[in-house]
């Protein structure tokens, strides 16, 4: 599987913007299907962000994001990367980064689907 690692987060005003990176250690396209980001805050379960295929463009948000975020690749660096604009302090989360391992009609962000993760990167957004 190739391995996951996320980098980028930080702690940001309301209101701020953060860039959060998934490197990955091999292709992704070559390994996986999908690639998605995923965040749990304390106390809450974990919730699915963002979604890209990784041969193509194609993306999913969850409602919470849509408009604000914005899931992108670069294949030659094989790194996935998740631009967080207009931050709210209900962002505030550990970031997992997560591949699929099998193909999907739609990558969805749906947990189950995500078998390969990263270890996490946390974004605190302040009041």
Known sequence: QVQLMESGG???????SL?????????????????AWFRQA?????????SIYAGGDS??????????????????KNTVYLQMNSL?????????CAATLFSFIDCGINERN????GQGTQVTVSS
């Open 10 to 16: 930080a702690s940001v005003q309301a209101g701020g």
């Open 19 to 35: 860039r959060l990176s998934c490197a990955g250690s091999k292709s992704f396209r070559s390994s996986s299907k999908c690639v």
């Open 42 to 50: 304390p106390g809450e379960e974990r919730e699915g962000v963002a």
């Open 59 to 76: 993306t999913n948000y969850a409602d919470s994001v849509k408009g604000r975020f914005t899931i992108s690749q670069d294949n030659a």
């Open 88 to 96: 709210k302090p209900e962002d505030t989360a550990l970031y997992y």
């Open 114 to 117: 995500y078998k390969n993760w």
